[in-house]
């Protein structure tokens, strides 16, 4: 049984807006699982300009599982972005300099850790993820949603900030899929599968 090359940039025969997105990655602070595709109206090179501040210096990771799917226009602000909010003001004095660069002298601006992906998730068109967001495996984020918190396995969720739609299976099922972890098979178990990773019956799982 034959899969696709999961080192190929481009899998689809003449299609250059969808990538296997590892493929393409150059930050190392972008951590990126095999399978997982990028799909963009215009470049999938586009894909890393929409991680927005991501500074070295900070040190924070996105992580994405493998086999997600993410649509054009998705965007991840990472911690560079955060400001001080208990303070008197938000407004970033220090970075300014001159007189001013003592600001933060004992202080720092609040890390809320790595944004991380799980498997088998899917994206929606123009989504943001908001930083040190946790999203769980085989979660469904709606087009144009704002995810500010962890989204828990297997959920769906949309709206700005997002709630919770649904489960896409019940509390059982679930827990049988986590365990399962089919993501992680060797490629020709997955490929021997794919019929009924499409289908409705986890009994059938190998």
Not at 138 to 157: E, R
Request: one cysteine or more; aromatic letters at 12%.
């Amino acid at each position: 049984m034959a899969a696709p090359n999961k080192n190929q940039i481009f899998p689809l025969s003449n299609y250059t807006r969808l990538c296997f997105l590892k493929n393409i990655i150059t930050n190392p602070n972008i951590i990126v699982g095999d399978y997982t595709y990028y799909d963009d109206f215009v470049d999938v090179y586009n894909f890393e300009k929409n991680v927005k501040y991501h500074f070295d210096f900070i040190g924070d990771k996105l992580i994405i599982g493998k086999f997600c799917m993410i649509a054009s226009d998705v965007t991840f602000i990472m911690n560079g972005a955060n400001h001080l909010t208990s303070a008197i003001s938000a407004y970033p004095f220090a970075i300014f300099g001159n007189d001013w660069q003592n600001a933060m002298d004992g202080k720092t601006y609040p890390v809320k850790g790595d944004t991380i992906i799980g498997n088998d998730v899917w994206i929606g068109y123009k989504a943001t993820i908001m930083p040190g967001v946790k999203i769980g495996d085989g979660a469904i984020i709606a087009s144009n949603a704002t995810v500010t918190k962890d989204v828990a396995p297997y959920s769906i969720v949309g709206g700005n900030p997002t709630t919770e739609i649904r489960k896409r299976f019940n509390e059982d099922q679930i827990n049988r899929l986590l365990a399962i972890k089919w993501w992680d098979w060797e490629i020709d178990k997955i490929t021997e599968n794919v019929g009924v990773l499409t289908g409705m019956d986890i009994n059938l799982l190998k």
